[in-house]
């Protein structure tokens, strides 16, 4: 994605500390709209999200973005998968992840971000986890973005407004 055609959105969002907070997130101009609107149904619901900074905070470095628990959308980087590399919706700004710790990424024996290995039990239901029909879920559902938690290999964090 050319840097022309992405946007850097300001949001509030409610943290783990029961505060209001702004955060920044990067995404491509074409779902700015649809982004705006998951973020405010999260904030009126108070779903909690640890922190949201653009991975360039991170020096574009994807696992020390997870590390820190960053909620997050473009980054230039290859998809996290098996098979031969090609570029993650994220380099094009479709693609946001959020709470990876609370919501890792299964990727055969392998738990990304490692500090997710308490969230591969799926329940109980813990603060700031992407569940079926829960709010997180339902926000980016309701703009027609998909979840990678239904996957063979679950991304707990990813949703994406292309399906992958």
């Not at 850097?8 to 505060?19: A, E, I």
């Not at 473009?74 to 094009?92: E, K, T």
Request: aromatic share 10%; net charge negative.
């Amino acid at each position: 994605m050319a840097p022309d055609g992405l946007r850097l959105l300001r949001l509030s969002y409610w943290g783990f500390d029961g505060q209001p907070h702004v955060g920044s997130l990067v995404v491509a101009e074409s779902v700015t709209d649809a982004v705006l609107q998951v973020f405010r149904t999260l904030h009126d619901q108070r779903f909690p999200i640890r922190r949201m900074e653009p991975v360039d905070v991170y020096g574009g470095d994807d696992d020390a973005s997870m590390a820190a628990d960053n909620t997050s959308g473009f980054n230039c980087r290859n998809a996290v998968s098996s098979g031969p590399p090609h570029w993650s919706n994220h380099a094009y700004g479709l693609a946001i992840d959020v709470n990876p710790i609370e919501n890792p990424y299964l990727l055969g024996s392998q738990v990304l971000p490692p500090a997710g290995a308490d969230y591969v039990d799926r329940s109980p239901y813990r603060p700031g986890m992407a569940v079926e029909g829960g709010v997180l879920v339902a926000a980016f559902e309701a703009v027609g973005w998909s979840w990678g938690g239904t996957w063979s290999s679950p991304d707990y964090q990813h949703f994406s407004s292309t399906g992958g």
